[in-house]
């Protein structure tokens, strides 16, 4: 079970505690046990800002910016917010910020990644990519303890790649998975009735074998994907394609490994993406500042939400996505 899953798993069991707790609030409103009437948290909050910047380091020049990609790349429910995970929106957001504020000079990507779905890194690349294009803002990358698959994807717009010496990058290919239920159902005498309007209806269905031209299908779509993979990586890092290709069987590299395969530019920190970042803009004495996503669910305010409020839709999306096959640019 991966790790979206049990989070979402943990908040249901959380918001049903929670429901209990406001039917009883609201219950004491109705009999005038109450003095105080709740607010409205969510009206509240939706005039904030998902984000805020803080200080990275002083300076009296130019300034720098940070934003970190922190964890798997994928689509997270809103309530799931007040929690570690990396959340998409949220950063596409902070990009389209960072570029489009013009007190910022520069732009540094923190990856620590293993990756994530083939459309939500493909969707940072995008976005990074055209707003690069239009403000034409140095953008340097710096790679954390891993920067693999998705996470190395995303970092190809950038002008320079620096990768700690101890980080894992590469893992260049596309990953997907599915179970096969079929002899657990036989042995416990379960049956699926399944009516359906092809015979390509159903494919992947975990409760009966893959046919071989089922598997030449999803053959093909990985292929495909793998090739806009290979493709990125040849214009991002100005390789021939077949070069690309020669070392993109979904291994990954060790820094010192990638820097001399051409993956990445140097190793160093994130000072040292820093120290570079200021060069592109020749400053001495930058000011940095770090983009971080607010904690806008906080376990306060999910406890004031009214149990009228409380949607657990989302909830229920991800737990069948999760069940989904999905094609994922991810190091696993």
Same mark, same amino acid.
């Given at each position: 079970?991966?790790?979206?899953?049990?989070?979402?798993?943990?908040?249901?069991?959380?918001?049903?505690?929670?429901?209990?707790?406001?039917?009883?609030?609201?219950?004491?409103?109705?009999?005038?046990?109450?003095?105080?009437?709740?607010?409205?948290?969510?009206?509240?909050?939706?005039?904030?800002?998902?984000?805020?910047?803080?200080?990275?380091?002083?300076?009296?020049?130019?300034?720098?910016?940070? !934003?970190?990609?922190?964890?798997?790349?994928?689509?997270?429910?809103?309530?799931?917010?007040?929690?570690?995970?990396?959340?998409?929106?949220?950063?596409?957001?902070?990009?389209?910020?960072?570029?489009?504020?013009?007190?910022?000079?520069?732009?540094?990507?923190?990856?620590?990644?293993?990756?994530?779905?083939?459309?939500?890194?493909?969707?940072?690349? &995008?976005?990074?990519?055209?707003?690069? @294009?239009?403000?034409?803002?140095?953008?340097?990358?710096?790679?954390?303890?891993?920067?693999?698959?998705?996470?190395?994807?995303?970092?190809?717009?950038?002008?320079?790649?620096?990768?700690?010496?101890?980080?894992?990058?590469?893992?260049?290919?596309?990953?997907?998975?599915?179970?096969?239920?079929?002899?657990?159902?036989?042995?416990?005498?379960?049956?699926?009735?399944?009516?359906?309007?092809?015979?390509?209806?159903?494919?992947?269905?975990?409760?009966? @074998?893959?046919?071989?031209?089922?598997?030449?299908?999803?053959?093909?779509?990985?292929?495909?994907?793998?090739?806009?993979?290979?493709?990125?990586?040849?214009?991002?890092?100005?390789?021939?394609? &077949?070069?690309?290709?020669?070392?993109?069987?979904?291994?990954?590299?060790?820094?010192? &490994?990638?820097?001399?395969?051409?993956?990445?530019?140097q190793i160093g920190d994130l000072d040292g993406?820093?120290?570079?970042?200021?060069?592109?803009?020749?400053?001495?004495?930058?000011?940095?500042?770090?983009?971080?996503?607010? @904690?806008?669910?906080?376990?306060?305010?999910?406890?004031?939400?009214?149990?009228?409020? !409380?949607?657990?839709?989302?909830?229920?999306?991800?737990?069948?996505?999760?069940?989904?096959?999905?094609?994922?640019? !991810?190091?696993?």
């Amino acid at each position: 079970m991966n790790k979206k899953r049990w989070v979402s798993i943990a908040v249901i069991i959380v918001l049903l505690v929670v429901y209990i707790r406001t039917d009883v609030v609201s219950t004491g409103e109705k009999t005038g046990t109450t003095t105080g009437k709740l607010g409205d948290p969510l009206s509240m909050l939706s005039s904030k800002s998902p984000f805020s910047t803080e200080t990275y380091q002083e300076g009296l020049g130019q300034t720098i910016a940070i !934003l970190n990609v922190d964890g798997t790349i994928e689509s997270g429910n809103a309530l799931s917010a007040g929690t570690n995970t990396f959340d998409q929106q949220v950063f596409l957001q902070e990009v389209e910020n960072a570029f489009k504020n013009p007190e910022i000079k520069a732009i540094i990507l923190a990856v620590d990644s293993p990756g994530g779905g083939v459309y939500e890194s493909d969707q940072i690349y &995008q976005k990074l990519k055209s707003l690069k @294009d239009i403000y034409q803002k140095p953008l340097v990358v710096s790679m954390g303890s891993m920067a693999a698959s998705g996470g190395y994807y995303i970092s190809m717009p950038a002008d320079k790649i620096l990768a700690n010496r101890f980080t894992m990058t590469g893992s260049i290919g596309v990953i997907m998975s599915t179970y096969n239920y079929s002899q657990l159902a036989d042995k416990w005498g379960i049956e699926e009735l399944v009516f359906k309007s092809g015979k390509n209806k159903d494919i992947l269905n975990p409760m009966r @074998d893959t046919t071989q031209e089922e598997m030449q299908i999803m053959q093909g779509i990985i292929d495909e994907y793998y090739g806009y993979f290979v493709d990125v990586v040849a214009e991002g890092r100005k390789m021939d394609r &077949q070069a690309v290709i020669s070392i993109a069987d979904g291994r990954v590299y060790t820094a010192s &490994q990638a820097k001399s395969l051409g993956l990445i530019d140097q190793i160093g920190d994130l000072d040292g993406a820093i120290t570079e970042a200021a060069k592109m803009i020749n400053e001495t004495n930058p000011k940095v500042i770090k983009y971080k996503k607010d @904690d806008l669910f906080n376990w306060n305010t999910l406890l004031s939400l009214p149990s009228s409020r !409380l949607d657990f839709s989302g909830i229920k999306e991800d737990l069948q996505n999760s069940a989904v096959p999905t094609a994922m640019y !991810l190091y696993r």
